[in-house]
């Protein structure tokens, strides 16, 4: 297993998905907004890194989940890409699939992100490094506060979304809720 580079809120860039050998970082947030020109780039060269490893007889998930991404960011229902990563890839690798989609969900705040980076959260629970358990668990925790929709909203970038998230978070506490409706998972959260 690969160790992963602890960093509270990495973003690492999603070109870096096409280098060879590449490992999705559990803890990294694939979902930073791209521009349109930056997403078709992105697009193009996953491909051809798909088409690549596919005649040399390979596999690679990082490339699928880059071309996963630069989809969403041009404005393609990615639902498809998803399902047939989930149906496809090793069961080790569900984790990073589910967190992936459900990043890009999230970054557009649209309803079903938290199923999905929850279902990813529970995957890589055993093989998580504590440091990156912990991460992840407070990342996901802070996100449960954003009110999610069908139709989502303009794309925020994780530190955005954060921000939001505690506010609402400092906004819920003010009114009360008992602690038992807040957070399954506040005797680890301090």
């Keep these: 297993m690969h ?9 690492p860039d999603p070109c870096q998905l096409l280098q060879p050998e590449a ?27 798909l088409q690549r490893t596919l005649v040399q007889g390979g596999y690679a998930l990082a490339p699928r989940l880059a071309e996963m991404i630069a989809g969403f960011w041009l404005g393609r229902d990615v639902s498809h890409d998803y399902r047939s990563l989930v149906a496809t890839v090793p069961e080790t690798q569900q984790a990073a699939v589910e967190l992936v989609f459900g990043q890009l969900l999230m970054s557009r705040k649209r309803a079903g992100a938290l199923h999905h980076l ?25 996100l449960r506060n954003l009110v999610l929709t069908a139709t989502g909203s ?4 994780l530190p955005d979304l954060l921000q939001e998230a505690r506010v609402i978070q400092r906004l819920q506490r003010g009114h009360g809720l008992p602690r038992t409706l807040r957070n399954p998972h506040d005797d680890t959260l301090g």
């Design 3 to 11: 160790a992963e580079r602890v960093a509270v809120d990495a973003m």
């Design 23 to 49: 490992v999705v970082s559990r803890v990294g947030w694939y979902a930073t907004p791209l521009a349109l020109e930056t997403a078709a780039e992105l697009q193009a060269q996953a491909r051809q890194v």
């Design 154 to 157: 303009l794309a925020q970038t």
């Design 118 to 142: 929850n279902r990813g959260f529970e995957l890589a629970t055993a093989t998580l490094a504590p440091a990156v358990y912990f991460i992840l668990l407070r990342r996901h925790t802070l």
